[in-house]
Every structure is written in structure tokens, then in C-alpha cells.
């Protein structure tokens, strides 16, 4: 009984080896097979690594699977898009110093917007000291 029992054990780990090696096998065929394709890729694109870089790339999806999870992460949110602006050049006639004053009241109207945004899109206020978001709809 000990003998049959240590047989079996014997065998089943004389297989367990071999498919182990038979694996390990696989592995490294694989691994000189795309060594070959990679070599012969980059004499190819006249060893241009960054060529080879690119054409895996762009063979192997990963510019598309970019793609989908960049969609994927914005699913959902309704992201808005505003669009601010300081009221274009000079054409009024106002003078240079008052051109600069403009131009920081220009940052100073831009910002209810912007907070508006940020709130919509994230639900976030700004810092009390940075100002508050008016109960008025736009």
C-alpha cells in the first residue's frame, strides 16, 4: 500500500514537472518569436525605436483603449464649457492705464462663472475668502 501510494505521489509529481518544463518551453519560444518581430520591425523602420514604439502602438489598440476609458471617465458628468473673454481690444477709445484696469476687471468678472462651473460639475464651493456663488440663475 505505501509503495502504490508513493507512486502515485511519484507520478503526479513527474507530470506536475513536466508541465511545468513544457510551459517554461512555451515561454521561451514565445519570448524568441517576438524577439524576432520586434528585431525585424525595427530593421524594418531603420531602427528607429521611436517608429517601432509608435507602430506597436497604434497595432496593438492602445490609442483606441485611451480612448475608451478617457470616455468611460467622463460618462455621466455633463461636462459644461464656458467661454470667457475681456471684451476685445481697444476699439472704445479707452485710454492705456485704463486698458490695464480693464483687463484685471476682465479676472475679476470671469471668476462667478467660473465657480458656477466648478460647482455644477463637482459640486464644490469656492474658499469663503475667494468669494460665494449668487443664488440668481444665469
Do not use: C
Not at 502504490?4 to 507520478?11: E, G, I, L, P, V
Not at 517576438?34 to 497604434?58: K, P
Not at 485611451?66 to 471617465?73: C, D
Not at 476687471?105 to 462663472?113: E, T
Amino acid at each position: 500500500m505505501a509503495d502504490s501510494t508513493f507512486y502515485a505521489h511519484k507520478q503526479e509529481a513527474e507530470a506536475e514537472l513536466y508541465a511545468k518544463k513544457k510551459e517554461a518551453e512555451g515561454i521561451v519560444t514565445l519570448g524568441n518569436a517576438q524577439g524576432a518581430y520586434v528585431s525585424t520591425l525595427l530593421n524594418a523602420l531603420g531602427n528607429n525605436y521611436t517608429a517601432v514604439r509608435d507602430y506597436l502602438m497604434i497595432n496593438g489598440g492602445m490609442f483606441q483603449e485611451i480612448a475608451k476609458i478617457n470616455v468611460e471617465s467622463v460618462r455621466g458628468l455633463e461636462p459644461k464649457v464656458s467661454i470667457w473673454t475681456n471684451g476685445g481690444d481697444n476699439g472704445g477709445g479707452i485710454t492705456e492705464g485704463a486698458m490695464g484696469m480693464k483687463e484685471v476687471a476682465g479676472v475679476y468678472k470671469m471668476l462667478p462663472p467660473l465657480f458656477k462651473t466648478v460647482h455644477e460639475q463637482t459640486g464644490m464651493l469656492p474658499p469663503a475668502w475667494m468669494g460665494s456663488l449668487s443664488d440668481k440663475s444665469s
